[in-house]
């Protein structure tokens, strides 16, 4: 079951950043409920197994692009986010303190925590994209144009999954010319 699940968090993984166009030294946000992803109501039912391996999939393919992962936290730290202490310099997020557990904070968020080098929790950031596994509202730490990206793949386990990649704002009237490689 958890090969499983790290194989579609991978495979999800890879279509984003191919359908998103995300970089090198970009972000890319997470919100995963383990409880959704075993069948149950979000926050419900946390299984630390099941996050390790949905994070597993996901880490090897950002960690080979370079691309940074950002954790999302649940409710109960505030939708808080755990990246590398690099991300949040470079992009200058101001580090809180805390620290997930499985029931406050997630367990996505805590497998994030256990494995970058150097994590720490910021309150926001405005990722270059990201994949909501389970409704856990990731919109909030997503750059302001987002749009949505379809994937082959719907659900992680039993939790369904959304995407998204960000663009640029479109400014000007009808007489406005715009790149069509930022669309």
């Known amino acids: 079951m958890y090969e499983e699940l790290r194989?579609?968090?991978?495979?999800?993984?890879?279509?984003?950043?191919?359908?998103?166009?995300?970089?090198a030294g970009q972000i890319l946000v997470v919100g995963c409920s383990s409880s959704e992803i075993g069948g149950g109501k979000i926050g419900s039912s946390s299984s630390p197994e099941v996050a390790e391996a949905v994070f597993s999939g996901i880490w090897e393919v950002l960690k080979e692009k370079g691309i940074f992962l950002a954790a999302q936290c649940c409710e109960h730290l505030n939708r808080a986010i755990i990246l590398e202490r690099e991300a949040a310099e470079r992009y200058g997020y101001e580090q809180v303190n805390v620290v997930p557990q499985p029931k406050a904070g997630g367990s996505f968020a805590t497998a994030a925590y256990a494995h970058f080098e150097e994590p720490v929790a910021v309150e926001q950031i405005a990722a270059h994209a990201g994949l909501d596994i389970g409704n856990t509202l990731i919109g909030m730490h997503l750059r302001r144009v987002a749009v949505p990206v379809r994937l082959s793949i719907r659900k992680i386990g039993q939790a369904p999954i959304a995407c998204a990649r960000v663009r640029p704002k479109f400014v000007g009237g009808e007489r406005a010319h715009y790149d069509n490689e930022l669309l």
Not at 7 to 23: C, D, H, P, T, Y
């Open 7 to 23: 194989a579609q968090a991978r495979q999800a993984a890879e279509e984003l950043v191919q359908a998103s166009g995300i970089r």
